[in-house]
């Protein structure tokens, strides 16, 4: 992932190469070359031009420093100005209460389900004692697979498949992780094709009822543009904590880990590299940083 992204803000700091300070002149071009490169990465035209003046400003506002080249100056830059646009630092999930639920939020096909039990499987190797909730009502195809998945991990899975409730298999899942002592009951919740009002009725019914200490809007990082509108069209609704991102073993071009932090502020929490249930990382902003300028 981010090779291309990598690649071209290499390409593009090079052209200081040889200068021996940054002047408005040499750096104009630098950074019409970054954002280039931000664009062709499908980053929000809005973010990666607020990055590119923001860079600019920083470039041209440090003191002339005799060991150290422009080039390296604005590398040092550039990695603190991505580091700040995803973030800064590293958020932890909130699982404070008893249990502790986590709510599941996105499009169908993003990777709820696969994260769900990926996050179970993560926690549980923290010694906690976890509950999959299967509530996707529409596609008993979820239900199975989250189930098939629970059995892998040695995690139970509730589900009630006679139910079209998704609220009420939530409320009684809950009941049933208090009586058995789960500390943790993370909720997989049905996604539709596109947004559209009846999902996200439910899912605004499922958090208000819940009350999660954590709502994760998970979305596929390969979708680019598009996951940024998701993204801001679920916040509107139901204003989740954190997001996850999938899918970045593929070829996404970066764009949706750079600008989902800018345009909800909220933080990416933990990104997916894979179809594996181990395939998952929690989200360092700086060490991605370190990875796309490589
Ligand atoms: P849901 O409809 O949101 O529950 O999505 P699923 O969990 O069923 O995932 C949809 C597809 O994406 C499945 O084929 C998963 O194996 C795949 N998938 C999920 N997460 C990742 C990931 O991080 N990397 C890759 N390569 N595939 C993923």
């Not at 696969?114 to 923290?126: C, D, G, R």
């Not at 979708?223 to 970045?248: M, P, S």
């Not at 345009?263 to 997916?272: A, E, L, Q, T």
């Amino acid at each position: 992932m981010f090779e291309n992204l990598s690649e071209k803000l290499e390409g593009a700091i090079r052209t200081l190469k040889g200068s021996n300070r940054i002047t408005e002149v040499n750096v104009a071009n630098t950074i019409k070359e970054i954002r280039r490169a931000l664009l062709d990465a499908d980053v929000n035209y809005k973010v990666a031009k607020d990055f590119t003046d923001s860079v600019k400003e920083k470039a041209l506002g440090q003191k002339i420093q005799i060991a150290v080249e422009p080039g390296q100056m604005l590398v040092k830059i550039v990695y603190d100005e991505l580091t700040q646009l995803m973030g800064g630092t590293k958020q932890d999930i909130n699982l404070s209460g008893n249990p502790a639920i986590v709510l599941m939020a996105g499009l169908q096909g993003s990777g709820k389900t696969t994260f769900s039990a990926k996050l179970a499987h993560y926690l549980k190797k923290q010694n906690k004692r976890v509950l999959l909730v299967a509530c996707d009502v529409y596609r008993p195809a979820a239900i199975e697979q989250l189930k098939t998945l629970g059995q892998q991990l040695d995690i139970e899975v509730y589900s009630e498949p006679e139910n079209k409730n998704p609220v009420e298999i939530a409320q009684h899942a809950v009941e049933y992780a208090k009586q058995n002592k789960y500390q943790v009951v993370i909720v997989d919740t049905a996604g539709r094709l596109a947004v559209d009002e009846e999902m996200m009725d439910e899912i605004s019914r499922l958090k208000e009822t819940l009350q999660p200490s954590e709502t994760l809007f998970v979305v596929d990082a390969m979708t680019g543009q598009d996951a940024v509108n998701t993204a801001k069209a679920f916040y509107d609704r139901i204003q989740y904590d954190g997001v996850v991102l999938t899918k970045l073993d593929g070829d996404a071009r970066g764009g949706a880990a750079l600008s989902i932090r800018a345009v909800v502020d909220r933080p990416i929490k933990f990104i997916g590299t894979g179809e594996k249930v181990g395939d998952l990382d929690v989200f360092h902003p700086d060490r991605m940083a370190s990875r796309i300028l490589g």
